[in-house]
Nanobody, 123 residues
Framework: VQLVESGGGLVQPGGSLRLSCVAS????????MGWFRQVPGKEREFVAV???????HYADSVQGRFAISRDNVKNTVYLQMDALKPEDTATYYC??????????????????WGQGTQVTVSS
């Protein structure tokens, strides 16, 4: 499975961005699709996931501000990010896997990763 992210950029605090991740080479609808983020010197952290059943889970830090969705016809997963904060600045990665519910935030449960897209929140 190949994953390609897009939609990153520079945005002011309080602004919005929508990230997209297009998948190819696998059965997209059968995978849980996650978003993770990483800043230099820190571990990659969980942001959100949408399971094959379309149930969603979010990190506490983004709950209520971010929304994950998927389009199984377009093989695409989205991350709508609103009310962005400077601390949201990171490289955002799309990931695909079949994580069990108890480990859904564990990056080791995801088999495939995109190359990342940079999000910078700054005035």
């Amino acid at each position: 499975v190949q994953l390609v992210e897009s939609g990153g950029g520079l945005v002011q605090p309080g602004g919005s961005l929508r990230l997209s991740c297009v998948a190819s080479g696998g059965t997209f609808s059968s995978y849980g699709m996650g978003w993770f983020r990483q800043v230099p010197g820190k571990e990659r952290e969980f942001v959100a996931v949408i399971r094959a059943t379309k149930t969603t889970h979010y990190a506490d830090s983004v709950q209520g501000r971010f929304a994950i969705s998927r389009d199984n016809v377009k093989n695409t997963v989205y991350l709508q990010m609103d009310a962005l904060k400077p601390e949201d600045t990171a490289t955002y990665y799309c990931a695909a896997g079949r994580p069990i519910l108890s480990a859904i935030r564990d990056r080791n449960m995801y088999y495939y990763w995109g190359q990342g897209t940079q999000v910078t929140v700054s005035s």
